[in-house]
Structure formats: C-alpha cells, structure tokens
C-alpha cells in the first residue's frame, strides 16, 4: 500500500518542531508500525537526510521504549496494544498517518518522536519499592501464603510497562494511573504493608512536582494502555492517600 | 581446571556442597566504612546487572551504573516470558540442590564449570525468598502458596513464573532494589549512557569512556572495579529474539582490552519462535517455552498435506490424529516435547529440510493446544459439576484456563500473525535467542584484567554448549544478588587506600581520543549504504553458514567473507546526522563494527570445535541417527584471547574435569 505520513520533527529540546509530509510506497500490510519506519528511514538516510529518531528496543510489547502518538491516539488504532505491535494491516492504501510523540509537559521532547519519560522514574525512586536487603537471609518464599486474588490483582497492577500512554491520552496529562497500579501492587501485598503509608504519600507528592495533571476521572487512560490497566487502580490509590493523611 | 597459568580458575578446594561456604568464610572483606570509599562501575540494569548494582549500593560502595535504555526498567530482560528455576521441591517431586546441578550440566552437554553451576543451584532458592520479600507477585494456587510449571530437558517441576512475563516481573523487582538506592544516593543511574571503552591503569580495570547518548558528548568515569552486565550478542544474526539495541560492544571491547572471550560458537537457537514473514522483518518474537508444557509439536506426515496447507486448500485442523507426525514425541519418547531447545530445534529444521514445513516458505512447524484445550476443559467441567461431554462447553472452558497461563503470548501472536491460536495451531520455527558463550570469568566473575567483571549472560560460564529453559533468569540474578557481591569484596580490600581514582590521566586522554576517532570517521566516511545493509548480510552469513548445522567448508567461508564485509563497511558506510545530539545510525554503526569483528571469532571458534554438542552442531560429527557427537578431546572451554585481530586471537583451553557427574552420552529417549 502506499500512505503519506505527517511526522513530527525537532531537532532538539531547545528547538522548535514541525509536521514533516513523506510518502512512502509498497508497504506490507504484514509490517509492523516500526517497520514501515525503518523503510521510511531507509529511504531518508541513502537520500542523505537525517532519519526520524523514535524510541523502540524489544519490539514485542514488553519494554515499554516505543511512545507514539498516531493518529491523535496512543500506539494508534489498534487496542491492547503498543506501537510496535501494531501491524500496517491496520491501515489501507491512500491513508494519511499523522505521527506525533507522546505529548505532556512532564514528558519534555528530546528529538522527533522521542520524549523524556524521566518523571516516571523519579516517582518510583520515591517509594516504589520494599525496603528489604540482598542478605539471603529472608524467610522462605512459601512462609506467607497470599491469597490468589490479591496475588492475580498485584499482578494485574505490576503488568504495566512504563510506556506513558496513559498520560498521553489524559487531557490533564495525569500520571494517575502509572502510579496507582505501582501503589496498588505493593498495597496488595502482605510485603508491603510496613512502609504502606509513607509510600502513596511520598510517590504522589514527587508526581505532583513533576507537573503531571489532575485526575478527573474520564477513563481515557484505562482506555489506551495498551496492558489494560484497570481503573480500579486509582480508586484504590485514592483510598490509600485519603488513608495515609488521615493518620498522619 | 587448567587454564594459562596466569588465569587460573580459582575454583575452592573441598567437597562440591561445601566450596562456596568455605570460600565465603575465607576471603577479605571490606569495613563498612571504608565501603564508602569504594566506588563500582556496572555496565547494563538487566537482571544482572540490576540486582548487582542494588546489591552493591546496599553494602555501601557507591556504584555508578550505566544503561542505553531511557530507564533501567527496559533492559532485554524484561521480554524474558517463561520463568525462572529454584531448586525448592515444593512440589516434592525430588528436587535438590544436586539436581538441578546434575540437569543443568548435562543440559549444557558437558561443557559448563562444574564449580559454578553447583553455587548456582544452591543460591536458586534465596532467589525465589528474595523476589517475594520484594513483591515480586509471582504465580500461586488457591492455598495462596507458589506455583511451579515444567521447564524443557528435567523431569521434575522447578520453574517458578509470572504469566508469559516472568522477566519483567523480576526486573522490576531489582528495578524497585535499584530505586531504593537511588533515591539513598548510593546508585547514579546514567540512562541514555553507552559503555565506549574500557580503561586500564597500571594493568587494573579503572574506569570506562561513556557517550551521553543525548548529547552525543563523551564522558569519563572512573572506579575501582568495572562489572560488565551487558548481556548477550545473538544480535550478531541480525534476526534474533534480542531486543533492537542489544550488542557485544561492552563486552567486546573489553576483550580487545584484554579480557578473553570463551566459546562464542555456543548459542542457543530457540525452537519456538514465529516464522520470518518477510524481507522487512526487523526482529523475531519468542513463543516462551512454557507453552511446550502443554502444546504438542508436528508437521503432516504426508506429503501431499503439505502442499495442500501451503496452497491454502487444507487447513490444519481438518488433518486427521493419524495423518499427523508428532515428531518429538516419535523420536524423544522419555521428554516428548520437553526436550531440551537445542534438541528441539534440530529436530523441527530436520523435518523442514526434509520438504515437511507448513507455511510458504517451508520452514514451520505447528505447535497445537486442541488436546490441552480438551483436558483442561473436562477437568474444569467436572471440577465444577457441568457436563464434560458438552464439547462447546469444554472448549469455552478449556480455553479460559489457556488464556490464564499463557494470555499475553496467545495475544502477542494474534498481533504479529492475525490467526487466533485458540481456533488453529500456531505456526513457529527456531531462531537466536540466547547465547551461552561469553567474556571468560574464573570463579569470582572476574575476566582476565584484574578489577573488570562479567555477569549474566555476558560472561559464559554457567550453560555450557546449552542453557536450560528458565536457567538464564536464575544465573543472572544469581550473579547479581547473590555472588558478585562476596566475590568483589574479595579484590576490593586490597584497594581501601587506593582513594578516588582521577580522570585527568593520559590512559583516560588515550581511551576517549581512540573513541573519539571512531565516531569521526564514521560520521566523515563518504559512503554509500546504511549501517542495516552491513549487518543484514552480516546476519545472513552467520544464518546459513555458522547458524543450527556447521560444517568446515562453509565456516571456513565465513570466516572469509565476514572479513570482506567489515572491508567493505568501513568503505561503504554512510552515517547521517552529527556527531553531537541523538544519533542512533552512529550508536548502531558502533555496535555493528564490534559484530563484524566477533562473527568472525564466531565462526573460527565453531571450525576450531571438530564436535558436536549442546547448540553447537558439525555436521561432520554425528550419531548414525543425526545426534550430536561429542569428543572427548574437546572437553574444554575455548577462551581466546584477543591479539589484533580476529584471526590472529589466541586459544587457551581450560580443560573440564568432571568430578561429581559422571560424562554420559546425553539422551533424552
């Protein structure tokens, strides 16, 4: 097939961006996205222009690198899914495909299509964590029983790769949902009742001063997440936070 | 062991059961105090590399760690799918220590260190203790306790898992172990950053040349040990299950420093992986191994079917149980489709050069779930008092249960192949995926320049000629929690009056100006082809001629034709953009010119090895019935060391002894 794509280009974070026409032509409908990138980037690269720069690493929906915003939606049209998995048979001959990054101002553009999802991490050093050292010398893994329900719901929770789509969908640009699945999956937990209390409180203040946005509740967020993220999440997160402050 | 006498092993004395405990007892430590004044590079946030820079920051070193990714969270080992092995017998099924030892050397085809393996089946268990304590929510029954499932090549249940997503659940374990320290100041991460060089002062590891990916700037760092984590090198195929950025490079340039490189021929070609679709294909996606838990493999046994499902005239699922060839079952009754992967993926190439494959291009197998559909779904009716001869019933219910174990591979196929694997087999065939062989380490993970280590995938030392399912995991987070942290303590008290190690120093000048010249004449190199165009014939290369079947002629082939290649790319490339701000072409132009040199190494390390064993296969050495053939003669690691080029590097030999297994021919009939 052949499609004409508006890419996004900016040279740098100091530089202003604008949308870019290609064409490109005989794309399989069994390429994936990524694929159909690396053509375009092919052609670019032996006429002698700079390629389009987009984050992308194990290409089956697991590392959460890739971050593009096609279409006007998170990993585009197909859902459940990341952009690397979604494959051209998506689209038909004579689209126009509008290639955006993922946009917020807690993720500040680092070239093209390639954003800085730093903010994520700086959350999580925050208290996404159990304060338990390498020793060896922890009880044994079988010593706590964990009734499957809230072991299936940690997991559910801690299914979540990173990627920011959730924030991309937000019209607030809210991280809600990134933070309540790591909040949910050790609130759920047995191993992370101790420090329970400081955790949403301190990973909730770093989000705030990260300036993701407020939740309002819209669900564009569970929506979009190509791990289908549950909701549920946040409510409980809320439920922790109201919790935490009442205490404190 | 034996190796040049400067490199010894290393490997405690005593009783096998015994050697690490008297080695912990016996070696220096370093006061807490005098920790702080020890700083430790790591190189790689995957499993390994991860959990040792967690661990270390912990004991109180101050570790710099390094990674290419935007986050350490997406290091390769998050794609890791099936799980990860711990020698616990909670299903008391005869598991120990001394098993899981006995299968992993043997599933390595003889040809791991004996010392090493045993350490690690006695740490697996404390791994598995760890990772709860962490919250890592692995599977468990209704009695709230943890599930196992089968792994290839044991007969026993040891495989701890999470879904299709045991690596990702474990790497954001030591992800949240790393995050910890971070927020403590103990770790400084450098994302975006890439491992350039390795320097050495006064003959010790001191530091590395780094490029802020970002910037495009070069950086020095200095410390008082390097630890290499930076995983495997199947990328050097082109099409491999490795993630897009996975290289040698921070292995391959501390080889050329010094350090030697052991038996890069053994890689594991995976026999469950989806087919090739076409010539734009970038990558291969894994099918996870636990599915042959419960998939059966086969091809049609007539001819005649085979054409007519290539045509599309036949669909599979209307060939008849007898028409079909469940061919590992046939030929590996004891494992059935449970045998080993290097077993596996021989057996399915075999049945496609013989004119049996399924899908156009002739190289695929089926991998079928309808019988386990079945099963599970009888057993759940009458479980639930419904009726087991209702067969829409138990389909519906049967696949629920597959959707609980294996949803997000089952949904991960649908994407790629748009067939549903609920309704008609899946179609798969053998790709790279591990590779065994590694940066040489003695029994510290220690390379042979003083001070730099190498774990994880990246050294080579724990799974001979063939890694064991859901053993890759296990090593890795063995290495980083568990081993390293002892055995670095042994070399790092001798330097607690070292003080901080400076930068301003001709070897640091030396190392970034040799960087810097690399990346400049890539940039200024007036060529005409794009760094893929090497590395894709590059890949072809190592696919047909140094790939699943060997054999002298065509390695010595190779060999040649790598080296015509690297001539050409350093002619012919064409980098665009700057050597300033993000450049992927110039990264990947780097990693590339290191896979051109360790392809050729490759391909002279497998016509060195006149044997067949593990994932190494010439077809010169061959049972009458087509297995592998080991020799005797060849009962050593390769470790070659580096002297300019790639044809001119070194053998040693380190000859493995086998004490505490007796060398059998290894069947899995």
Sequence with gaps: ???????????????????????????????????????????????????????????????????????GRPHGPDGGTT?????????????????EPFRAKAFPIVKDLIIDRSAFDRVQHAGAF????????TQDANATPINKGDADHAFDAASCIGCGACVAACKNASAMLFVSAKVSQYALLPQGQVEREMRVTDMVSQMDEEGFGACTNTGACEAECPKGISLTNIARMNREFIGSNLKS | MKIGANFPAKTPEGPIEDKWTSYKNKIDLVNPANKRLIDVIVVGTGLAGGSAAASLAELGYNVKAFCFQDSPRRAHSIAAQGGINASKNYMGDGDSDYRLFYDTVKGGDYRAREENVYRLAEVSGNIIDQCVAQGVPFARDYG?????????????????????????????????????????GKIKMYNRHEMMDLVIVDGKARGIIAKNLITGELERHSA?????????????FYLSTNAMGSNVSAAWKIHKKGAWFANPCFTQIHPTCIPVSGDHQSKLTLMSESLRNDGRIWVPAKEEDVKAIRSGALKPTAIAEADRDYFLERRYPAFGNLVPRDVASRAAKERCDAGFGVNATGEAVYLDFAAAVIRYGKEKALVTHQDANNEALVLELGREIIATKYGNLFQMYEKIVDENPYETPMMIYPAVHYTMGGVWVDYDLMTTVPGCYAIGEANFSEHGANRLGASALMQGLADGYFVLPYTIGNYLAKDI??????VDTPEFAAAEKGVQEQLERFINNKGSKPVDYFHKKLGKIMWDKVGMSRNGKDLKDAVEEIQAIRDEFYKEVKVPGDLEGFNEELAKAGRVADFLELGELFAKDALNREESCGGHFREEHQTPEGEAKRDKAFQYVAAWEHDGAPKDAKLHKEMLDYKYIEVKERSYK
């Design chain 1, 83 to 99: 952009t690397c998995q979604l494959h051209m048979r998506k689209f038909k001959d004579g689209d126009s495909i509008v290639i």
């Design chain 2, 144 to 184: 709230g306790l943890l599930d196992n499932r089968s792994f290839g090549g044991v007969l026993v249940s040891r495989t701890f898992y999470a879904k299709g997503q045991t690596g990702q659940q474990l790497l954001l374990g030591a992800y949240s172990a790393m995050n910890r320290q971070i927020a403590r």
């Design chain 2, 224 to 236: 008082h040990a390097v630890v290499i984590a930076s995983g495997g090198y199947g990328n050097v």
């Design chain 2, 497 to 502: 009056r070292t003080g901080a190690i400076p």
């Design chain 1, 130 to 137: 159990i304060s338990v050292n390498t020793s060896g010398n």
């Design chain 1, 1 to 71: 097939m052949d499609l004409k794509l508006k890419i996004w280009r900016q040279k740098n974070a100091a530089t202003k961006g604008k949308i870019v026409d290609y064409d490109i032509s005989e794309v399989s409908s069994d390429m994936s996205f990524l694929e159909m990138l690396d053509v375009l980037n092919r052609e670019l690269t032996e006429k002698g222009d700079e390629p389009v720069s987009f984050d992308h690493d194990c290409r089956e929906g697991i590392c959460g690198s890739c971050s593009l915003q096609i279409n």
